[in-house]
C-alpha cells in the first residue's frame, strides 16, 4: 500500500512537471509498449528514406530491477527536483534491500 501511494504521487509530480521522457513509453499511463515499437518502426523507414543505417539493440530486461544501483537512482530524482523529504524517505526506503521480480 505504501509503495503504490509513494507512486502515485511520484508519478504524478513527474508527468505534471513534464520530467519523464517522452521515449519511455512503457511506464507511461495510456502508453503501452505498442506504441513504443510503432516510433521505432517509423524511425527505421524514416532511416531507411534518408538512405541512413539503422541498428536495433534487444536487451533482457527480465531482472533489471536486482541491478538498479540505488544511489544512481536517487542522483536521477534530485535531478529532477524532488523534495528533501522524500528523498530522504525512498533513500532509507531502499538501503539494503533485495529485490526480487517474478512473473505469475
Known amino acids: 500500500m505504501f509503495e503504490?501511494?509513494?507512486h502515485k504521487r511520484l508519478y504524478s509530480y513527474l508527468e505534471s512537471n513534464n520530467l519523464l521522457n517522452h521515449r519511455n513509453s512503457g511506464i507511461r499511463k495510456?502508453?503501452?509498449?505498442?506504441?513504443s515499437l510503432s516510433k521505432t518502426i517509423y524511425d527505421?523507414?524514416?532511416a531507411h528514406d534518408h538512405n541512413l543505417s539503422s541498428r536495433i539493440v534487444f536487451t533482457d530486461i527480465s531482472k533489471v530491477f536486482d541491478r538498479v544501483v540505488?544511489?544512481?537512482f536517487v542522483f536521477k530524482l534530485k535531478q529532477k527536483r524532488i523534495i528533501?523529504?522524500?528523498l530522504t524517505l525512498l533513500t532509507s526506503y531502499s538501503e539494503n534491500r533485495l529485490q526480487v521480480v517474478g512473473s505469475n
Do not use: A, G
Open 30 to 35: 495510456k502508453q503501452p509498449t505498442l506504441i
Open 44 to 46: 527505421i523507414y524514416l
Open 70 to 72: 540505488h544511489i544512481n
Open 4 to 6: 503504490k501511494l509513494v
Open 84 to 86: 528533501v523529504s522524500l
